[in-house]
Nanobody
Framework: QVQLVESGGGVVQAGGSLRLSCAAS????????VGWFRQAPGKERKFVAA????????YYAESVKGRFTVDRDDAKNTVYLQMNSLKPEDTAVYFC???????????????????WGQGTQVTVSS
């Protein structure tokens, strides 16, 4: 059974940092791209960042460039999202998703394809 499990969310003050984890089981991510998405209350789910597992290439939404970093741990089959300089507008439920045969930039195209986690709440207070 394939599972993606996010963790690391919480409440942080503006300017603070959080590190989210997306641990995959039941699949090996070698041939996948893994992306982070977020959904604020009453709003659509939006792309945040992604990594192509095979070559480590990354892609970011403009709103998080320079503040967020996505990376991976091959041994742990886990993708991370390091979030620095957090702003109240970063408040959302953050999801990870793995899409077979994709590259990071392709995850910017809205789709429900692939495997999705259940999400982790990030709240940034002002």
């Amino acid at each position: 059974q394939v599972q993606l499990v996010e963790s690391g969310g919480g409440v942080v003050q503006a300017g603070g940092s959080l590190r989210l984890s997306c641990a995959a089981s039941g699949l090996t991510l070698t041939s996948y791209a893994v992306g982070w998405f977020r959904q604020a209350p009453g709003k659509e789910r939006k792309f945040v960042a992604a990594i192509t597992w095979k070559d480590g290439s990354t892609y970011y939404a403009e709103s998080v460039k320079g503040r967020f970093t996505v990376d991976r741990d091959d041994a742990k089959n886990t993708v991370y999202l390091q979030m620095n300089s957090l702003k109240p507008e970063d408040t959302a439920v953050y999801f990870c998703a793995a899409r077979f045969g994709a590259v990071a930039q392709s995850l910017t195209v809205p789709s429900t394809d692939g495997f999705w986690g259940q999400g982790t709440q990030v709240t940034v207070s002002s």
